[in-house]
């Protein structure tokens, strides 16, 4: 620019200077002006623009909380470094998503559970179950996935229904890869096109499509899985009962990263004897149930320790501690809700909590809507709601959130 400039106003130099150089400084200083000005246009633009991406992908991500990319290798290692900073606003999957402020250390539930799904004594009809183990609630649409363990099937049952609809297994006891063996939990993957299972006898994770019954495939082979979670990365988190410990799986499920325990079967802090089910909170914090020790662990995220979230101390004379803990379930407090087939009822352990009280159930077990039989895996809903596997009435009963 100045170079062609220069020579222009060179021919005005003969007649007149100082106009001439005045002309000049004033170009200069308008020269840098504009080149400022466009700068800024420039900026400008390119802001509108990265802002108007940006809202319109989490509007997006809003809409459709989970549905993000197939983790296929190829794009598997993308999606799970760009999403990491949507997810920490659009929180976590549907088990974690327990809003703020619903629930607290004074929650109650109503007393008279609504059974939604089985409930017609043990069978293998639709509507009806087998010894349920595990579930996963979705949020989006209140639908149930049911680990139906004695039927070596996953079921579905959509809000509402009277039935259930087969997703995954049904074809009776076997390691075909068209079945299941008594499987424990059930999970939703991120973008909740496929379902992972945890096919304990199998000794295998199975991944499951919900398009299409056919595909489904070994998603982790050698694993004695029993409870499943998945925390705002997409990342899966096992535990494995025989060998004390929880690993946790990025998208590609390559290799297990140790969370927690894998110190051998013992006591100690950071040990774990049989655990069981498992939660994932929005921090990455994991809550295991640690069957064996009667006691429920937290382990922060990178911790080499867990810490004793409620206590482990059980006596025959006090039966309010947790006896044969299975399902754990934790809310936006920090208050832990256990389940015990020991006891037959749902406990609040708030944090530093010497006692543990019950919140669900009674003393005695039984089919009554106010009773549970055995109870195992837990689910909370958006919006406060409990969900409780019923295990030996065969049922899923949810307990309304009381907000009297
Ligand atoms: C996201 O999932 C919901 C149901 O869970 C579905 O209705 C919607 O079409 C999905 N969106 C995309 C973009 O896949
Ligand atoms: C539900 O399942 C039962 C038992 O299999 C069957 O008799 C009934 O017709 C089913 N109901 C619906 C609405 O599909």
Request: charged share 20%.
């Amino acid at each position: 620019m100045s170079n062609r400039v220069g020579p222009d106003e060179s021919v005005e130099v003969n007649s007149n200077t100082t106009r001439l150089r005045r002309l000049y400084a004033q170009f200069q200083t308008q020269k840098l002006l504009w080149i400022v000005f466009l700068v800024i246009c420039i900026d400008v633009v390119i802001s509108v623009v990265t802002i108007t991406v940006l809202m319109n992908k989490t509007e997006r991500e809003k809409i459709s909380i989970m549905n993000i990319t197939t983790p296929t290798s190829t794009s598997s290692s993308i999606p799970s470094s760009t999403t990491t900073s949507s997810s920490s606003t659009t929180t976590t999957t549907s088990e974690q998503l327990i809003p703020s402020g619903i629930i607290n250390k004074n929650t109650k539930w109503k007393k008279n559970a609504i059974t939604v799904a089985g409930g017609h004594e043990a069978g293998s009809e639709l509507n009806q179950l087998n010894e349920p183990w595990g579930i996963h609630v979705d949020n989006d649409d209140h639908s149930i996935y049911i680990a139906d363990r004695n039927n070596h099937r996953i079921v579905r049952w959509e809000f509402g229904a009277k039935n259930g609809t087969l997703v995954a297994g049904g074809n009776g006891p076997g390691n075909e890869m068209d079945q299941l063996t008594q499987p424990t939990d059930v999970v939703l993957d991120k973008e909740k096109k496929y379902l992972i299972i945890c096919d304990y006898k199998n000794r295998r994770v199975m991944k499951w499509s919900l398009q299409n019954s056919q595909d489904c495939q070994v998603l982790i082979p050698s694993i004695y899985c029993f409870g499943l979670a998945m925390d705002s990365n997409g990342d899966l988190y096992i535990s494995d009962w025989t060998e004390g410990k929880v690993t946790r799986w990025q998208q590609g499920y390559n290799e297990g990263i140790l969370v927690a325990g894998g110190n051998g079967e013992g006591n100690q802090l950071n040990q774990l004897n049989e655990p069981k089910y498992i939660f994932v909170d929005k921090d990455h914090s994991l809550y295991i149930v640690d069957d064996m020790n009667n006691r429920v662990m937290k382990w922060n995220k990178n911790a080499n320790e867990g810490s004793l979230v409620a206590p482990g101390q059980v006596s025959n004379e006090n039966l309010d501690t947790m006896v044969r803990s299975k399902g754990v379930i934790v809310d936006h407090e920090g208050n832990i809700y256990v389940s015990s087939d020991g006891s037959h009822q749902i406990t609040r352990w708030s944090p530093g909590a010497i006692e543990g009280t019950p919140v669900i159930g009674e003393k005695q077990s039984g089919s009554e809507p106010t009773q549970l039989q055995d109870p195992h895996d837990l689910s909370l809903d958006q919006q406060g709601n409990l969900y409780v596997v019923d295990r030996n009435n065969h049922r899923i009963q949810k307990f309304a959130i009381d907000r009297d």
